[in-house]
Each structure stands twice: as C-alpha cells, then as structure tokens.
C-alpha cells in the first residue's frame, strides 16, 4: 500500500468526521444533501459485501466497517435524528437520473458476470456521480456553510490523491483497472468547478 493510498483514506474519512460533526454540533443537517448521503451508503454497501467473502487486511477490513458505519450515521442523522433541519425542498434532484444509468452500465462494463462483480462495478460508477445532488443543492441555493466546503473539499482532495495512487500503481505494479480510473476522472472533473470556487474565496 502506498502513501497516496493511505492519504486518499485519510482525506476521505476526514471529510465524514467533519460532516458528522458539523451535523452533531450545530443538530442541524440544514445545507447537506441527504440524497447524496443515501447514494454515498448504497456506493459503500454494494462495494462491501465482499467483507463477509474475502479478507485483504485488518487495515482494509477496519476502514470498510467504519465508512461503512458512518455512511449509515449520516443517513440516519439526516433523516430521522435531524429531520426537521433538512432542507427537503432545495434537495430535489432525481436520483433515478443517476441510479438507471449507473445500473445499466454495471451491468454491461464490468469485469465478471457475476453478482458481486456487477454490484463492485455499480459501487465505482455510483460513486462517481454520488456528489452531484449536494453540487445541485449548492447550485440551487446559491450558498453553501463553510463547513459543508470543508466537506467537499476533502472529498475531492480524496479523488485527486486516488488518481495518484492509480498513476503510481501503473508505474510500480503495472496495474490498471480502466473502470476505477475512469469513473474517478469523471468524479473529479465534478470537483474541479468546486475546487476554484473553494480556492478563490
């Protein structure tokens, strides 16, 4: 394991600490997209499953649970915990805009037929696309609490260190998987309108 690798981690469970704790802080889910959360818990169950097939290492078994189980705090803290916060109305993307093409194309771009490939492969694309319903809500309201850029920023920060850690993969291990990489070229380019909006104010 390399150190982007680990720094990709990093930077990605630092970004759901701050989101949980911003959340806890101010009891309130008000600016957070809680479709996006729902998406971020369907990408980190479907990719998973293989916790009860396969173990790698209690490093990688030990992140899984803990995204895992933040992933499902941060749904629950938004729609029940702190229901009454959550803006409803400005969270109105169409999910199924998301969710039909991503399964279609897990089931045609994979790399086995098998069930927990195509559920693996549905995982990579999901994630992709996850943020876009909180980019849509900041759009649509045209604001967004320092905090909630803070969120994205390490959620970007964690792409941008995943592509080095694929660049660095190729050149040390010859190892590429052309689904990853290009789902999270698609991910980060989301980012990138972020990232100066974030960089300039």
């Known amino acids: ?7 990709g981690d990093v930077s990605h469970l630092l970004a759901i600490i701050i989101l949980l704790l911003k959340i806890q802080k101010s009891k309130s889910c008000a600016g957070i997209s809680g479709k996006s959360q729902i998406l971020f818990a369907l990408v980190f169950t479907t990719r998973y499953l293989d916790l009860f097939t396969t173990f790698i290492s209690v490093y990688n078994t030990v992140m899984k649970v803990i995204f895992l189980v933040c992933a499902y705090i941060t749904v629950y803290m938004i729609y029940v915990k702190f229901r009454k916060t959550f803006d409803s109305e400005n969270d109105s993307f169409r999910l199924e805009f998301l969710l039909v093409p991503v399964t279609g194309l897990s089931f045609l771009e994979n790399h086995s037929f098998t069930p927990l490939e195509i559920l693996w492969t549905f995982s990579i694309y999901l994630e992709s696309v996850a943020i876009l ?31 080095a850690n694929w660049v660095w993969r190729y050149y040390t ?3 590429y998987d052309q689904i990853a990489v290009v789902s999270g070229v ?7 309108d972020f990232f100066y909006l974030y960089i300039t104010k």
């Open 186 to 192: 698609v991910q980060t380019i989301f980012y990138c």
């Open 133 to 163: 319903p909180q980019l849509f809500m900041i759009s649509k309201t045209g604001e967004a609490e320092t905090i909630t850029t803070h969120y994205l920023f390490f959620l970007g920060l964690y792409r941008a260190l995943y592509i």
């Open 1 to 7: 394991m390399n150190i982007f690798r680990i720094l």
């Open 173 to 175: 291990e010859n190892f």
